[in-house]
T-cell receptor, first 114, second 116 residues
Framework: AAGVIQSPRHLIKEKRETATLKCYPI?????VYWYQQGPGQDPQFLISFYEKMQSDKGSIPDRFSAQQFSDYHSELNMSSLELGDSALYFCASSFSGLGYNEQFFGPGTRLTVL | AQKVTQAQTEISVVEKEDVTLDCVYE???????LFWYKQPPSGELVFLIR??????QNEISGRYSWNFQKSTSSFNFTITASQVVDSAVYFCALSEARDYGQNFVFGPGTRLSVLP
């Protein structure tokens, strides 16, 4: 079965650079979530989109922005990168028609900021 | 506000021992979902179980079992006859029951080390 796809899987950037992470949800899933997991931390919710509209917002820095496109894939744009942005970034997707919230997580993108 | 507590930061057991990972949650909602995820050293989040707040039946899946007690707001996870491959960080998570877009709140995780 198709799973959530994230690209790239690994990314190395310098401070103050920009990074774009991509997420391709499971086909027919209409909701996408982004989470940030720092070293030794639990995943922290950043933002979610339902039917291409932002549905919820967590602890996402102002330097980050995200959107969901017409084909339901999502991109997380991160500017003015800081050392503290080094983390594992997970994307998850779900289908609202299930009647319960079951999120399928992608493999994550490991971002390292030098 | 929702909150998930996993009081055990790290647990070490010897192979074949049983181990229980504790999870206590807080929510004002009457309908919600609880989850357990496993995160092996490779980093991916592996789904283990989902339980909704109306279903307090305990569940067993192979060597894994879960004990959901609404009265104490706990959703504990037991691994029977642990194996080295069970070594991972285990997260308990909580989600409100909403139509869409409801994020997960994760606990801090418990790092389980199973020694040979």
């Amino acid at each position: 079965a198709a799973g959530v796809i994230q690209s790239p899987r690994h990314l190395i950037k310098e401070k103050r650079e920009t990074a774009t992470l991509k997420c391709y949800p499971i086909p027919r899933h209409d909701t996408v979530y982004w989470y940030q997991q720092g070293p030794g931390q639990d995943p922290q919710f950043l933002i979610s989109f339902y039917e291409k509209m932002q549905s919820d917002k967590g602890s996402i820095p102002d330097r980050f922005s995200a959107q969901q496109f017409s084909d339901y894939h999502s991109e997380l744009n991160m500017s003015s990168l800081e050392l503290g942005d080094s983390a594992l970034y997970f994307c998850a997707s779900s289908f609202s028609g299930l009647g319960y919230n079951e999120q399928f997580f992608g493999p994550g993108t490991r971002l390292t900021v030098l | 506000a929702q909150k998930v507590t996993q009081a055990q930061t790290e647990i070490s057991v010897v192979e074949k021992e049983d181990v229980t990972l504790d999870c206590v949650y807080e929510t004002r909602d009457t309908t919600y979902y609880l989850f357990w995820y496993k995160q092996p050293p490779s980093g991916e989040l592996v789904f283990l179980i989902r339980r909704n707040s109306f279903d307090e039946q305990n569940e067993i899946s192979g060597r894994y079992s879960w004990n959901f007690q609404k009265s104490t707001s706990s959703f504990n996870f037991t691994i029977t006859a642990s194996q080295v491959v069970d070594s991972a960080v285990y997260f308990c998570a909580l989600s409100e029951a909403r139509d869409y877009g409801q994020n997960f709140v994760f606990g801090p995780g418990t790092r389980l080390s199973v020694l040979p």
